[in-house]
């Protein structure tokens, strides 16, 4: 994939709203346990969110291969979504989601990837669906509200309320006489 300039700060943002997941979700999950249960994983996970998708992905899939536990499963399957999102490849973001929400409808953050996927598809009916889904089960969620904002601009992008007129006018050099 080719990276534009400008490219990395979107990509970072992007994966922030995507994936504020594995290690939040892990560590609520496992709060006795010292140490990473999954770090394949987490380490995916923080690629992900520094706006490395490729190594993101990469490392996710060995997570998922490790995953021991359904709550894991579904938290590399998120992560998954949001990696290939940032890739663009948004087909396999789509079926990452998908597999989630097949079996957890109440994982918010699969919505809220599933979401963004489909406003980068345009498909703003079902962004739509997923948002309200997902602001249902987690009103208050700050990347849902993220995500929220980035539907709006592409539905309903704010017109600019003022208008610079940068003309120049023409000086008359000889008004003294």
């Known amino acids: 994939m080719k990276r534009r300039a400008g490219n990395g700060a979107r990509h970072a943002f992007i994966a922030g709203c995507l994936c504020l997941i594995a290690g939040n979700a892990l560590a609520q999950e496992n709060k006795t346990v010292l140490g ?10 923080n690629a992900l969110k520094a706006g490395d998708a490729q190594e993101g992905v990469r490392l996710t899939l060995l997570g998922l291969q490790q995953a021991s536990s359904s709550r894991e499963r579904q938290t590399a399957k998120s992560n998954l979504c949001a990696g290939y999102a940032l890739l663009e490849q948004y087909a396999e973001a789509l079926s990452y989601c998908d597999e989630v929400l097949a079996v957890n409808d109440k994982y918010w953050r699969a919505h809220s990837n599933r979401a963004l996927v489909y406003i980068k598809l345009q498909r703003f009916p079902e962004a ?3 948002l309200l889904k997902g602001e249902a089960i987690k009103p208050n969620s700050r990347t849902l509200q993220a995500v929220r904002k980035m539907y709006l601009d592409a539905t309903n992008p704010v017109s600019p309320n003022i208008i610079i007129d940068d003309r120049r006018r023409r000086t008359d050099d000889t008004d003294e006489e």
């Not at 990473?36 to 996970?45: E, R």
């Open 128 to 130: 739509e669906q997923d």
């Open 36 to 45: 990473a249960t999954n770090p394949a994983l987490q380490d995916g996970a």
